[in-house]
């Protein structure tokens, strides 16, 4: 029988070096595609640790939040950059190798996780959400707009910095573009649009084609 | 809970952000020939956010939403100077910012953001509000700089100030996680209780050293000083401006809450520390700044040995040298604003007025320039009787208290080492002949003359007058 505690730190270490590691591969691997894998692993590997420290809530955060919309979105990008239909299917092919890797390697600290969970709960220290009786996300929750409501507002007018610094980096004004005005588009009149036009309901008949009376002015 | 009371406690800030967010509203709907009004209006919201701040001031120190923000008097006079730099900031960079059209609503708003950052870090109780303030100050910061963003050379600025930046934010977040987990406690006031005896005080240590580093980045001391030469030389001077000035201040009251309020009872370890960077920086500074030919790389060094006299004053570890530096690093904030409002006021469309041989000649030209400019110069140099005198004689002092008489010695000894540059400036103003065929004058109009040369003069008279000031300085750190 392992000692359960022994286990806990066997894996928080193990957990800590996949995330050195695979962050050492995001700077250090010159294939773009293998570098964002790794980053993906790394964020992984850091959402294990949080789940052993019983950080629930930001674990999954981390994971749907970064690994499942942030990253994939870069993966989008990093292959877009090169549009070549030929290369992206040899692609697939060349980089299948690093994906299994990271996959199992995903698997593994899962199923060390599932163990450490199995074995003993009482290993884990005093948690302050299950002194209060609540569950990890209504504490979180609690503490965020409570005792943390000065850095969390803080966060939030960081994000605005980040707004406006975006627009005034990329927005240009560029002369003689051709593009929609929605405000001309929705001011815009029936009158400037159609003409009705008065015409006699019967037109008599011609008797020579070319001498034809135009009706329409 | 938090409570009504918090929020008058922070009330400054939360009018700040509001009269940002007011200003951005509004610029995106103004015609752009009624912009010229956003300029008035920013620099009215900063002197109503100074009024705010000292009107508001409660005669003890208060702490606001459970000890996250601390309103004191070291926070009160950092403030008010940072706002004070920033106003003059506006006011030197419009005719800049207009020849290059760079005329931006989103320089001011950025500004006043940037402003905020500076007033939560200096105010911050805990490790949390020190980062999340620096985080807006620095991003802000990474914005102004890629301002211009057809030139390569601010872009390069931007990436280069960007990425250390951010290496910087790493290293102090690395630290604060280790005293963290020596403590057990992120709040200063309870960090420096705890400080004292923890089961684990190498491992503070370690933190210590990490946020040692941190806070030498951001200051801009040797040898993590590899950012501000390019940063100063490669962002509009517009910007160069905002960054010399305002900043300075908020890393004095960065270093000033987290080595003090916070890790206090640790002087002896960082002491040395500081003393060897000061050491590290004033010799950098100084030397290298002798074979700058580009204006605002020489003041780039310049900034550097500045920061290492600063750090002269915080090697004290007392309210003396906390005084000595916060009185310092109010000198150097207005020495800088004048200098580079100087550089700004020189230059026109077409014309950066960025090396030293541009100023060739400058007495013939335009002597009130020329007059103004080498009283910054012997200022920055610490020639008295002018400000920058007796700044550097207060922290030399200070460093003499402490038992640290090498320091001083090396401190002064590069002085006269620095001297040599600033008087090659002036040298070339009053000496040298100027170039056919160029034309240099002081640009835009009346008011910002005005502004300018009332910056440069107070440099003289609070050389004579520097008492009340540096009592004011040494009031706050008794109490």
Redesign the interface.
Known sequence: MIDPQMFQLVCFYAFAAVTVVAALGVITLRNTVHAVLSLVLTFFSTACIWLLAEAEFLAIALIVVYVGAVMVLFLFVVMMLDINQERLREGFIKFLPVGIIVALVMLGEMLALIGVRAMHEAVMGANPATVAGMSNTEWLGHALYTQFLLPFEIAALILTVGVVAAVVLTLRHRTGVRHQQASQQVRVQPASRIRVVKMAAEVPAAPQPEAGKETTP | ??NLNDILI?LPELYL?AAA?LL?LLDAFMKAEQRPLLHWLSIAVLLVAIYLVVGGQPSQPVT???G??VRDGVSEVLKVFALLCTALVFVYAKPYLTDRKLF?G?YY??SI?AV?GIM?LVSAG?L??VY??L??LT??S??LV??N?DSRLSSEAAIKYFVLGALASGMLLYGMSMVYGATGTLDLARLHLAAGHTGMPHLLVFGLIFMIVGIAFKLGAAPFHMWIPDVYQGSPTAVTIFIGSAPKLAAFGMAYRLLESGLGDLSQHWQLMLACLAVLSLAIGNIVAIVQTNLKRLLAYSTISHMGYLLLGLVNAGPEGYAAALFYAISYALMGTAAFGIILALARAGFECEEIDDLKGLNQRSPWAAFLMMLVMFSLAGVPPLFGFFAKLLVLQAAIHAGFLWLAIVGAVFAIIGLYYYLRVVKVMYFDKPVEGTEIRLQGDASVRLVLSLNVLALLVLGFAWGPLFGWCQRVFVG
Request: glycine share 6%; aromatic share 12%.
């Open positions: 809970m938090p922070l952000v967010c951005l606001a939403f459970g996250m923000f931006v989103e708003t950025l953001f905020i939560l805990n949390l509000t999340l303030g985080e807006q991003l802000s990474y914005a890629a301002l963003r």
